[in-house]
Structure formats: C-alpha cells, structure tokens
C-alpha cells in the first residue's frame, strides 16, 4: 500500500489541473492566449440536425466552443455556437461562462452567452441573473450595488463571487472611484491602494483627480497619499506623467498633503515644530531631507528653514542665497557649515531689537514659539523684498498678542 505524501497529493492535483481546469483558470488560460484560434473543420461534422451534432460533442469540444466564440471573427460561427451552448447547456458550461464573461464582458458573444446560461433552468447564479442577464451598463448597474451596500466594495464582490483580477471587477472598482465621494475612499481604502500599484497610469488619470478634488471634510488618507507618492512622485520629481493631465489646484493640495505627512514623520504629530510650522503649509514650496532623513529643509521660497532632528528645540531660519550655499554642503553629503558659525541673533531680536541676519536662530522654547510663529507670519506676508529683516511696523502687534 502506497503512503500518502504531500508531495503525491500536489502531483495528482498538478495533472488534474491539466484535464480540469476550474472556471476562473480557464478563463484566465483564454485571456493570456488572445490570437485567434480558427476552429478547422468549420463543424464539417455536422450532419442532419444541429441538435444531434450538438449532443455529439465532447467536454473538451464544448470548451473548445467558448474559445471560438471569443476568438472567431465570423458571424456565422458564432451564431451557430450559440445555438450548441443553449442545447447543451450544464452546470459546468455555465460555471465557464460566467468566469469567461469576467474577462470579456464587453464583448456581444459573451454577453448573449451569459443571458442563455441565466435562463437555463440549471442556473441559480446571483451574477448571471441580477447584472449579465440585461441589455444595460452592467459596470453601473454593478456600481449601484455597491452604493447601495453602504459604499462597501467587499461585501458586492463576497456576494456575486466576482473574480478579483478580472477586467470587469477591476473595471467596476475603477468606475465607482471615479464618480466616488470621499467616503468610498476612506472605506475601501485597500481596493484603492492596490489599483495605484496595479492600474495603467492612463486608467488612474480620472480617479486621482476625482480623488484630489474631494472638499475632504475628513482629513485624506496618509495611506493613499503615501502610495501615490512611492508610484507618481511629485511633479518637479518628473517620476510620471500622470501630472501632466491635472490641473495645478489639484496638484497644490497633493503637494500640500504630502508636505503635512512628511512633517509629521520628522517632527512628530505633538512636537512644537510641527505645530507651528504646519499652520504654513500652503505656503511651502518643498521640502528636502538629507543626511538619510536626519535633516530636514523647509523651503518657503525666499527663505527656508533647517531642521535637524537630533534638535527638538531649534531650527535655523536663512535667506534664500545662503541656503543655496548650504543645500549644497548637504547635497555633497558633507557636514554643515554655516549654521556652526556664531549665528545667536533670534526671532525675538528681529522683532523687539530690530536686528537682521541672513541666518536666525529660531528658538521654540517658552515665549519663544510666540516668536517664531510672527516672524514666520510676517516673512510670509511680505512676498519678495523681506531681507534685512526689519519689524517696527510689527512689534506693537506683536507686544498686543504677549501683554
């Protein structure tokens, strides 16, 4: 008596596979094979009523048929094997079919195929009754579903027993993100974040943008954000091309996103940094990060600010020339060097004593903070021409918000 293996299972199961592919194997075999297969001998066999030529044909012939009706350009073929599916029509061919109208669902043929399979009496399948078995958009008739099961994907896949890499549910996914609201985002957070890694660029065009022009009453997802970013890049990143087809607003608030994500990373979300610097960051142009992400520049245009990680309590303020030169340093890999020279002017004596530097110290402890947040307002609202620093148009204002 021969003992029972692993190994002797996985070998049995390998030639089964072989004689008796399961549905969604065989459609995926037809779907790889794509060049057309023209049957020889043209039913040369058929003699007398199509009926018995019909009853005369194998398993394998039947299987042979569904190929044809996909693959065979001629009108008369396919009529006539349409015909042979409804005569003979089994559990098993409507397994085939159902599996097969996944992958071509846009094709006539199948969906004539999938309406006869619904109305053979063996057939009690959910999908080939409620969507395939209608004349009508079955991608939106599909989307309905889900929005009527409370914006959920999963549970309409569970239901219908869709085949998850088939070109009709990635085509249903695809067309509920892109007339979805930010809910259908947040809740199928995981159907998105595999189409940015699996879809065509092309295809993903009208769902980011649907994605991005969301009011987002809800803060967006980092998740999505992040993966949009690992696969597009920003745009002065030249990554992709995706950019090129949305619209500046959009890309500002991408920006904006990833700006606020890539500062929370560094600082941390309770950090005093970042609860000051954030309040800017629609006005931020960039960021850089150096030194395997141990320093972090901020760049506001005509000024930036450096930040090193180590220093929870300090970051240095430069004008937009002298940070050039220092971006350079860090760019080479080589250590700092402006910031170690003796630089001890501070917000505070920008704004109290009027002194000016191309390189502030910004202290964030104590009163400090205070500061640093009206030297950054005050930058900002100038625009261009903001160097020297000078601040007597903004100490009273300022001395108002302490006193």
Avoid at 259 to 288: A, V
Avoid at 353 to 369: C, M, P, Q, R, Y
Wanted: with cysteine.
């Amino acid at each position: 008596m021969q003992r029972f293996t692993p190994e002797r299972l996985n070998s049995t199961m390998d030639v089964l596979r072989e004689t008796v592919l399961l549905p969604h194997e065989f459609a995926e075999r037809v779907s790889r094979n794509r060049e057309p297969e023209i049957v020889e001998d043209d039913f040369s066999r058929f003699q007398g009523s199509l009926e018995s030529y019909a009853f005369s044909l194998g398993k394998r012939e039947l299987e042979d048929c569904l190929i044809a009706l996909i693959q065979d350009d001629r009108p008369e073929m396919k009529s006539v094997i349409l015909q042979i599916l409804k005569l003979r029509m089994s559990p098993r061919l409507i397994s085939l079919i159902r599996a097969l109208t996944q992958y071509f669902y846009e094709l006539p043929e199948m969906r004539k195929a999938s309406r006869l399979a619904a109305n053979s009496r063996d057939c009690s399948d959910k999908l080939l009754h409620e969507l395939f078995d209608q004349e009508k958009d079955i991608i939106e008739a599909a989307v309905n579903l889900i929005h009527q099961n409370e914006e959920m994907v999963s549970p309409m896949i569970t239901r219908y027993r869709l085949i998850t890499g088939s070109p009709f549910c990635k085509a249903v996914i695809r067309r509920f993100f892109q007339d979805g609201n930010e809910e259908s985002f947040l809740l199928n957070e995981d159907y998105f974040l595999e189409m940015i890694d699996a879809d065509s660029e092309q295809d993903l065009v009208p769902v980011v943008i649907n994605y991005l022009d969301q009011p987002w009453k809800q803060a967006p997802s980092r998740s999505i954000n992040r993966k949009m970013l690992q696969r597009f890049g920003l745009p002065e990143d030249e990554k992709s091309w995706i950019w090129a087809d949305i619209g500046t607003d959009l890309i500002a608030k991408y920006r904006q996103w990833v700006f606020l994500d890539m500062m929370e990373d560094f600082f941390g979300l309770d950090n005093r940094k970042y609860l000051i610097f954030s309040r800017y960051y629609q006005e931020l142009k960039h960021i850089g990060l150096y030194h395997d992400d141990q320093i972090m520049v901020l760049d506001f245009g005509q000024f930036g600010i450096l930040n090193l990680k180590e220093m929870a309590e300090y970051s240095w303020l430069m004008e937009k020339s002298t940070l050039e030169v220092e971006l350079e340093t860090l760019q080479k890999g080589e250590e700092l060097r402006l910031i170690h020279r003796k630089t001890d002017i501070e917000a505070r004596d920008v704004i109290i004593e009027e002194k000016s530097s191309d390189i502030l110290v910004l202290n964030l402890t104590g009163v400090g903070k205070l500061y640093v947040a009206e030297l950054m307002g005050e930058l900002l609202r100038r625009g261009e021409e903001i160097w020297p620093v000078k601040f007597k148009h903004a100490i009273s204002r300022f001395r108002e918000k302490i006193y």
